[in-house]
């Protein structure tokens, strides 16, 4: 019932949901699986290989190539839906996203200046600590200010149902990807484009800037549904290097890949947790993992399995498919590097089947240099969970003893305390904020459980928190945003935020934070800026509109629900849209604002 992968379904779940169609992966098991998995005629092209094409070769072969006489009964929609679902991305997107054929297309391309010389936002977290606190220098925005934002600009990504990539400010410039599986390049004063990059899927990831390998003075580095990662020219767009770190078919990067120190720190998690609805699929083999590349060529350096143990055969179910365990741990958020300990840290998901070990549902800590396990913290035990069970009444493959779904979705934030400890803070899907001891292998100094109703179905918290040097601030997927003292976790305050008329509310996106001012994008498509010390609202922007944009695409805003607001020399940016499992509004707009 409750998962974070369907809300990471993006364009695929809550769309076929919503239309009552018959959702792609059970067409292709009802019409494809016969002949195209391990084993079968074509097992060549099993679904693995299928994901390597594109949708519209994927198309081509239903329609008009030699696939068409095998599949006589699909609809031409439910063509289009498979062809979308297998190949990522939407059939022709590649012309209707170019950013070259834009009328706002930027006149020129002026040299990249210095990346330290001017105010950014690069990646998800804001910093290595992953605090998602923007300093007062390069906020260039006081709590004074805030009640006077004002739009600037709007831009809309064509064709676009949900934007969640975070938008990163460098350079000048803004770099956002979306699920048209287009990422793109602004300039953050005037919104003009100056190039758009098309991947291979959706990119949920925030996007990294730094030293560029041959000849490039800056990279953008991010990662796709399709678990590839890629760094290309920040100033042109044009492609350095792409690899698949994962190449299971339901792998896939919405955490953004950590740059430091020409390293990318890249994490993998997977949708096979949803897969494993259909009860003929042998569930389940994928293990969350984090990859370390050379982010010159993007060789991989070491990767670390969040579960060490290869997944073996379990059980048959009654109807004879065969069961793999463990499996799971599945890495959403992007990591946090600790300079003094030398060490990464990543939120893991639960287990998709049994056996569970104990490096799920934790934080867990890896050597930076090496990727060794230093410790993991395992904040609920025995979570082995998949999309269905038990509701539908199908026993066959859902685990023995059914977990919770207790994922940690953001990041771990790393704060030093006035008395010179620190504390590693995580927000989890049950609505428990933890803070684990990195000088005590994880021990827990506090925790505090934000809601006493059930979670929702995507969880309580889903995509994290903030943290400035007094508080950390959470979202809560029922409502509100709480502040809890970083020393011991005690509430400070709780905004409730009531939505606005008739919407659903909710604050499952993560959090940002700068001085005074802690920022949250609604379920309801309000963006809200609330005052640090109280929670009272400063400022509210609803986003759930039309708006004129500088390219002239038609776009509207809808819900926020997956990365935060980002600020850096005194503007705010927002994608706004996003269907995700609660009916979420859909949208494709980029908002940029700044203070008169
Ligand atoms: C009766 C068996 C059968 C069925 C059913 C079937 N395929 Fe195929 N398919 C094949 C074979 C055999 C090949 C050639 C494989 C090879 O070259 O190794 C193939 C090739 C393909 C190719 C590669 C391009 C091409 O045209 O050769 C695609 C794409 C494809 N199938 C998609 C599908 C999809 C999607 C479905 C379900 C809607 C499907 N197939 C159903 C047997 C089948």
């Given at each position: 019932m409750k998962l974070l992968c369907v809300i990471l379904g993006v364009m695929t779940i809550p769309v076929w949901a919503q239309a009552q169609q018959t959702p792609p992966a059970v067409v292709f098991e009802q019409a494809c699986a016969r002949c195209h998995e391990t084993g079968t005629t074509a097992s060549k092209l099993d679904r693995k290989a299928l994901r390597k094409m594109t949708s519209e070769a994927i198309y081509q072969s239903l329609t008009t190539g030699s696939m068409r006489d095998q599949v006589p009964d699909l609809s031409g929609d439910a063509k289009i839906a498979l062809a979308e679902y297998l190949g990522g991305k939407k059939l022709g997107i590649a012309e209707i996203a170019d950013a070259r054929s834009m009328p706002n297309h930027c006149a020129a391309n002026p040299p990249l200046g210095d990346l330290a010389a001017s105010p950014a936002w690069n990646g998800w977290g804001g910093d290595l600590s992953n605090t998602r606190f923007q300093p007062a220098k390069a906020a260039g925005l006081t709590a004074d200010q805030a009640p006077r934002l004002k739009l600037k600009w709007a831009f809309g990504f064509p064709s676009a149902t949900a934007v969640q990539g975070q938008p990163t400010i460098a350079l000048g410039r803004v770099f956002v990807g979306v699920d048209t599986g287009t990422v793109y390049s602004l300039d953050a004063a005037s919104g003009c484009v100056y190039w758009s990059f098309p991947a291979e899927a959706a990119v949920r990831t925030a996007v990294s800037i730094g030293p560029g390998p041959g000849g490039a003075k800056y990279a953008a580095y991010f990662g796709d549904l399709k678990a590839n990662v890629f760094a290309v020219d920040a100033a042109t767009g044009a492609q350095l290097w792409?690899?698949?770190?994962?190449?299971?078919?339901?792998?896939?990067?919405?955490?953004?890949?950590?740059?430091?120190?020409?390293?990318?720190?890249?994490?993998?998690?997977?949708?096979?947790?949803?897969?494993?609805?259909?009860?003929?699929?042998?569930?389940?083999?994928?293990?969350?993992?984090?990859?370390?590349?050379?982010?010159?060529?993007?060789?991989?350096?070491?990767?670390?399995?969040?579960?060490?143990?290869?997944?073996?055969?379990?059980?048959?179910?009654?109807?004879?498919?065969?069961?793999?365990?463990?499996?799971?741990?599945?890495?959403?958020?992007?990591?946090?590097?600790?300079?003094?300990?030398?060490?990464?840290?990543?939120?893991?998901?639960?287990?998709?089947?049994?056996?569970?070990?104990?490096?799920?549902?934790?934080?867990?800590?890896?050597?930076?240099?090496?990727?060794?396990?230093?410790?993991?913290?395992?904040?609920?035990?025995?979570?082995?969970?998949?999309?269905?069970?038990?509701e539908n009444n199908r026993p066959e493959n859902c685990p023995k003893a059914l977990g919770p779904d207790y994922d940690f979705g953001g990041s771990p934030i790393l704060r030093e305390l006035p008395n010179g400890k620190s504390v590693l803070i995580g927000g989890q899907k049950s609505g428990m904020v933890w803070a684990h001891d990195p000088d005590k292998k994880g021990a827990v100094v506090w925790k505090n459980l934000l809601a006493s109703t059930p979670p929702p179905a995507s969880g309580q918290i889903v995509w994290g928190g903030a943290a400035d040097d007094l508080n950390a601030y959470y979202g809560l997927a029922t409502g509100g945003v709480v502040a809890l003292q970083l020393t011991n976790g005690e509430r400070r305050w709780f905004a409730p935020l009531d939505p606005a008329a008739g919407l659903r509310g909710g604050h499952d996106g993560a959090i940002t934070a700068l001085p005074g001012v802690v920022l949250s994008g609604g379920w309801d498509g309000v963006l809200r800026a609330l005052a640090a010390s109280t929670g009272r609202v400063l400022w509210e922007f609803n986003t759930a509109q039309s708006f004129e944009t500088v390219n002239k695409v038609t776009a509207k805003g809808g819900s926020m629900g997956a990365p935060g607001p980002t600020v850096a020399g005194g503007m705010v940016f927002v994608g706004s849209g996003n269907p995700g499992v609660r009916n979420g509004m859909p949208g494709n707009v980029l908002l940029a604002f700044g203070v008169e």
């Open positions: 792409k690899v698949n770190v994962d190449d299971h078919p339901a792998a896939r990067i919405t955490g953004a890949p950590r740059l430091y120190e020409n390293r990318l720190y890249v994490p993998v998690a997977s949708l096979e947790e949803a897969m494993g609805v259909q009860p003929s699929y042998p569930c389940c083999t994928f293990r969350g993992s984090v990859v370390a590349l050379d982010a010159a060529t993007g060789r991989q350096i070491w990767r670390t399995y969040i579960i060490a143990d290869v997944p073996k055969p379990t059980r048959k179910t009654a109807k004879g498919t065969q069961l793999w365990g463990p499996s799971g741990g599945g890495v959403w958020n992007s990591p946090t590097v600790d300079l003094k300990r030398h060490a990464l840290y990543v939120g893991t998901g639960d287990a998709y089947s049994e056996p569970v070990g104990k490096t799920t549902d934790a934080i867990a800590a890896l050597d930076l240099n090496s990727g060794k396990l230093l410790w993991a913290a395992q904040d609920t035990e025995g979570d082995a969970w998949i999309v269905g069970c038990p």
